[in-house]
């Protein structure tokens, strides 16, 4: 499910916030009717999405205010307010502000109730330091789980990150780490428990006098929805939380409600996990957050994931949508580096709004090993002409082309077909009218969204 968790887990709120956006630009009239109309759509929306009743109507009703009673702003048209308008209101919904992790050294804690997802995201946040040139190590203080321990150190030898284990009590663990530790980011894992009891609030503050944390950061799963908020408030109160990670947002429908819930507990979002692998953690920032959910894409999320991956080039060339055959394999092959395709592709503006990769079949967007394989031998039986211009390659070099390279003619076909989806995807993207010009167009420039 990791691959397409963008569209798949805020699929409704996703969609129904583009239905949203794309009704407003479409208005020919806009009076209070038509303004009310696409208000009471939206709340089935946010409703939908598991948002807070109360917050829905709060929305709703400065939404209405605004649009109706304000004076509008110079140079916009009504419809252009009621556009902006509503994005300020959707970003504000899920976090006014970014959350950011500061690159220096630290001691990281990490709590929440069990399982929130903490080991997982222990070693996913020690991999985003190390990424960046830090120093790392995890520490193993969850004594409470049958085999905590061990699965973060199986995480730390992944990662290549020493795991330190020293000592029986939680407290022991963590007393030894703080003495013996010499990396410059240094993670603490937590226990958990069913619910947040006075052993595990003793057993919190305690850890919180030992290490003295510069970051205690609260993580929270996506499925308890607008329960985030409660318990965001509740750990709060107790241990003095810095920041919330958002886990396994890409394995429930309840996303939109717990970074709704969290976003009014007063923390900010720093992180949400969108997939089991180590890669999959990104930062949350609500502005960008909002533009993939209504199809705007996320130019700048791409470029950092391309950075990591050494392939900035390679996003380009993908941007543009310039690139031959040879090229092409090559850039699937960087890309892959970056994560799952799907991902990569669900940054790109305009490119999930075309419709077009609903219409891919399953897992169409993440390529195997194997079939990678097949691809260079087919390319290599290739002539130059035929590597420039796919369109050259009639059914009779389909059959010289397999029989050359040891495939089968349906092999060559899926090739070119996959070449073909893919430059027509980026092509979609590229000549959407509706993100080029018009409203939608000056709204993503005042909100300094890139189209490309």
Not at 328 to 357: R, T
């Amino acid at each position: 499910m990791g691959a397409k968790w963008f569209d798949m887990v805020l699929d409704k709120l996703s969609a129904g916030l583009k239905d949203t956006f794309r009704r407003i630009a479409g208005l020919g009239v806009l009076d209070r009717e038509a303004v009310e109309a696409v208000i009471r759509d939206l709340q089935r929306t946010l409703i939908q999405a598991d948002v807070d009743v109360k917050m829905v109507f709060e929305i709703s009703k400065r939404i209405k205010e605004d649009v109706l009673k304000e004076k509008i702003p110079t140079g916009l048209t009504l419809k252009e307010h009621f556009i902006r308008v509503l994005y300020d209101e959707m970003a504000g919904l899920l976090g006014k502000e970014t959350g950011r992790l500061e690159l220096k050294k630290q001691r990281i804690l990490l709590i929440g109730l069990f399982g929130s997802g903490k080991t997982t995201t222990a070693g996913k946040l020690a991999r985003w330091f190390k990424v960046r040139g830090m120093t790392v190590g995890l520490v193993a203080c969850d004594t409470h789980r049958p085999a905590a321990r061990e699965q973060l150190e199986q995480l730390g030898k992944k990662l290549d990150v020493p795991v330190h284990t020293e000592g029986k009590k939680p407290e022991d663990i963590a007393r030894e780490a703080v003495k013996k530790a010499r990396e410059d980011v240094v993670i603490f894992d937590s226990a958990g428990r069913d619910a947040l009891d006075g052993e595990l609030a003793r057993e919190l503050k305690e850890m919180g006098s030992i290490i003295k944390p510069d970051e205690v950061i609260l993580v929270l799963p996506a499925d308890i929805g607008q329960a985030a908020r409660r318990q965001a408030e509740e750990f709060n109160k107790l241990v003095g939380i810095t920041g919330i990670i958002i886990s396994k947002l890409d394995g429930t429908a309840k996303g939109g409600g717990a970074l709704a819930a969290a976003s009014v507990s007063g923390s900010k979002v720093k992180f949400i996990g969108v997939g089991e692998k180590p890669e999959d953690l990104e930062e949350y920032d609500p502005k960008r957050f909002l533009g993939r959910l209504i199809g705007y894409g996320d130019i700048q999320g791409l470029l950092e994931k391309a950075k990591e991956a050494g392939a900035e080039k390679t996003a380009q060339k993908i941007m543009d949508g310039k690139f031959t055959l040879v090229e092409f394999y090559e850039q699937i092959g960087s890309l892959q580096k970056m994560g799952s395709l799907s991902k990569v592709m669900d940054m790109i503006p305009g490119l999930s709004s075309s419709g077009m990769m609903k219409k891919l079949p399953e897992n169409f967007m993440d390529v195997q090993e194997d079939k990678m394989k097949r691809w260079k031998f087919i390319i290599d039986s290739m002539t130059q002409k035929e590597k420039d211009d796919p369109d050259e390659i009639t059914p009779s070099r389909i059959s010289r082309i397999a029989k050359g390279s040891g495939t089968k003619p349906e092999d060559v076909r899926e090739l070119l077909k996959y070449y073909k989806q893919v430059k027509k995807m980026l092509k979609m993207a590229g000549g959407g009218k509706a993100f080029k010009r018009g409203p939608f167009a000056r709204m993503a420039k005042q909100f300094g969204m890139n189209m490309g």
